[in-house]
């Protein structure tokens, strides 16, 4: 598999994960902000931007995509990293610390999900992703961006500029039908085996990030920081599901804290 990969500045890795729909450039506005103190590694994740878009669900399944996290981080030279995720890649984040864990120094994570728990919800979940997959295949790329920026999820991210927003969807609109298809396929929440049980021997520092504004988010968050030992929850108010594009320099500021953290604790 070929994963396009953006980098920038030099000292401690840092591995960024974006969520569905986006990809490396996710966090232009933050890049500057970490690069001057780290070595920031932000790949397109499969399925997304420039990156291959496999035709098997199987090959998006989130362990599948933590092994290419592994060979990616060794590759480069850059372990352990800290991992710093959004959404859909902080999923991949808790994975990824959970399967190698002398890999990551350290987990911020923004709006995370340990996946869905009860088995009934789960399958219903899966069932609508596959539905929403096939619309993406049959509609195509535009309809599907026209739907899923229509979300309720998304109803803070009116408060961003114009032209953040003509940019968002410029990125969401670069990806191909068959990448965003397999991702849900393979990689959503409903394909996902849940993590709650497993949390607690997440043993690597964790720092979650949530906006106030969105109540699942931030339900889903505080259960992953609740259940992960000495995690530590922040809300950002002002914010939805997005606190790194809804309040960039709030987002900034607790994810520098985070990283310093570890800096110290080092």
Do not use: K
Not at 87 to 105: D, I, K, Q, W
């Amino acid at each position: 598999m070929r994963l396009n990969v953006l980098t920038a500045g030099d000292g401690r890795p840092l591995l960024l994960l974006h969520g569905f729909t986006g990809t490396a450039r996710t966090w232009s506005a933050c890049v500057d902000a970490w690069a001057g103190s780290h070595r920031v590694i932000a790949p397109d994740l499969l399925g997304h931007g420039g990156s291959d878009a496999p035709a098997e669900a199987a090959a998006y399944a989130l362990e599948r995509q933590a092994e290419g996290l592994r060979d990616l981080l060794l590759l480069l030279d850059a372990v352990p990293a800290a991992v710093l995720a959004y959404s859909m890649g902080a999923r991949l984040a808790l994975v990824l610390a959970l399967r190698y864990p002398e890999l990551v120094e350290r987990l911020v994570l923004e709006s995370p999900s340990a996946g869905i728990a009860d088995a009934a919800e789960r399958a219903a979940r899966r069932a609508a992703d596959d539905g929403l997959a096939d619309d993406i295949e049959r509609d195509g790329v535009a309809a599907f961006i026209d739907r899923w920026e229509a979300l309720p999820l998304f109803a803070s991210q009116s408060q961003l500029s114009a032209a953040a927003r003509r940019a968002q969807r410029q990125e969401r609109l670069r990806h191909s039908a068959s990448g965003l298809a397999g991702s849900l396929r393979g990689g959503g929440q409903g394909a996902m085996a849940p993590l709650h049980d497993r949390l607690g021997q997440v043993s690597i520092p964790t720092f979650v990030v949530a906006g106030a504004l969105d109540s699942v988010a931030l339900e889903r968050a505080g259960a992953v920081a609740g259940a992960i030992p000495g995690a530590r929850l922040e809300v950002v108010e002002g914010a939805g599901h997005t606190p790194h594009l809804e309040r960039p320099d709030e987002f900034i500021r607790l994810a520098n804290e985070a990283l310093e953290t570890t800096r110290t604790a080092a």
